[in-house]
């Protein structure tokens, strides 16, 4: 509501309900990062309610931390272009603003085409963004259809959760590697001893077994992931 009220200022003031004052007054506050709702009696104005968003008090941080992981982050909102513009700059982010529910599918398809990306969204109007997304991703205290799209849901409400989130994904495919390199590598060496007479199968046998062990040993470090640093 509050951002259709902004947008219409300037048809407001064509219709003489608004004064020049008054919508230079709109503008600048949408410039310092408000939506405006104007209130009106008939045609005239009775004043103006100015709303803020205010970022998290962990966003500058988690959004850092997605940077330093290579993670390039854009913000997709619907409140207008001032105010989004302003939120943006000051967070480091690069914005698309005025985007309603179809625009940000269409935004989602069009980044994903170039490459995988997660989306991290709470509203009702983020849903369909979060289900096109290679990766959605919720927040914990967002509405129940986001929660229900979403592949992830962060249960701390934290940005910070989003890079702990990519950084244990890759440290976890990382162990996925390690775990077939080091069990087909042992496979492999006690094929060719075996058949070549230098290993009794009995050994083999348990070498193959011995494998087994070592991946899920080597599969269990990632229980210690939340008591050291990710990096």
């Known amino acids: ?124 109007n983020d849903a369909p963004a979060l289900a096109a997304a290679s990766v959605g991703i919720a927040m914990g205290g967002g509405t129940d259809i986001a929660l229900e799209t979403a592949d992830v849901a962060l249960m701390k409400e934290r940005i910070e959760g989003v890079g702990e989130l990519i950084s244990l994904s890759r440290a976890t495919m990382h162990n996925i590697w390690q775990n077939i390199a080091l069990a087909l590598g042992l496979k492999a060496i006690f094929l060719v001893t075996t058949l070549v007479g230098s290993t009794p199968l009995w050994m083999a046998i348990l070498a193959d077994t011995g494998a087994t062990v070592l991946v899920t040993a080597n599969a269990l470090r990632l229980l210690r992931y939340g008591r050291r640093s990710p990096d």
Request: proline share 5%; charged share 25%.
């Open 1 to 124: 509501m509050a951002t259709r009220a902004s947008r219409r200022v300037e048809p407001l003031a064509e219709r003489h309900l608004v004064t020049p004052d008054q919508a230079d007054r709109v503008a600048a506050l949408e410039q310092a990062g408000k939506t405006v709702v104007v209130v009106l009696q008939g045609a005239q104005a009775l004043g103006m309610i100015a709303l803020r968003d205010q970022p998290r008090p962990d966003a500058r941080a988690g959004l850092e931390r997605l940077q330093s992981l290579g993670v390039r982050c854009v913000m997709l909102t619907g409140d207008n272009a001032r105010t989004a513009t302003s939120i943006g700059s000051l967070l480091g982010l690069d914005v698309r603003a005025e985007l309603l529910p179809d625009a940000k599918l269409a935004a989602i398809a069009a980044y994903r085409a170039e490459g995988p990306i997660a989306m991290v969204g709470d509203g009702i």
